[in-house]
């Protein structure tokens, strides 16, 4: 940023509530740098930890010259306008801190089981700090598991660019799920 200073450097922090340990206070954001930087915007989603996918409900933090900036022209770009009843659930997710951290806790908790357990059935797992893994086995090719996991109704995704297309991405369900995705992969890697 100081080496940038006549650009903005944007932190997308979307997956911020997923890293650090399961400590609230812990969470390492970038937002207490706007003090010392006023190029830089941390902007944060509120779909992913706080449960609002539906809604597309998000903020930006930043020097008042950014925002002030980004809310002229706003309304030329921005196709999802926030409603009220948008705004009340975005208010009601921030004040219920109680539910906000345990569906934390629980997304991280599962994201441990699941990387073990993929570990042990031979996959390598990229080190996580979101509500999502990516994993690969060296075995077996990755388009081939996503397509016989559908067959099952299991949903993982697949890209097939080259140097990700032998990975998977999946999502951190509920341990149920994440117990379903295990056995399925089980009989398919074995």
Do not use: W
């Amino acid at each position: 940023m100081a080496a940038n200073v006549d650009s903005v450097v944007v932190v997308d922090e979307a997956y911020i509530d997923f890293g650090g340990g399961l400590d609230i206070s812990s969470i390492p954001t970038a937002i207490p740098l706007l003090a010392k930087y006023p190029n830089l915007l941390v902007v944060q989603t509120l779909s992913k930890s706080r449960s609002l996918a539906g809604l597309r409900v998000g903020f930006a933090a930043g020097h008042s010259d950014l925002i002030e900036a980004l809310n002229r022209v706003k309304n030329s770009f921005n196709s999802y306008p926030l409603d009220r009843l948008a705004q009340a659930g975005a208010i009601a997710a921030f004040q219920d801190e109680e539910y906000f951290a345990k569906t934390r806790q629980a997304v991280i908790a599962s994201r441990t089981s699941l990387t073990k357990g993929l570990e042990q059935i031979g996959f390598e797992v990229i080190p996580s700090a979101a509500n999502f893994v990516f994993a690969r086995h060296p075995m077996h090719d990755a388009a081939k598991i996503a397509a016989a996991l559908r067959q099952e109704g299991v949903i993982v995704r697949h890209f097939s660019a080259p140097r990700i297309h032998q990975f998977l991405r999946i999502t951190i369900g509920t341990d149920a799920q994440c117990q379903a995705l295990l056995a399925a992969l089980l009989v398919l890697v074995a």
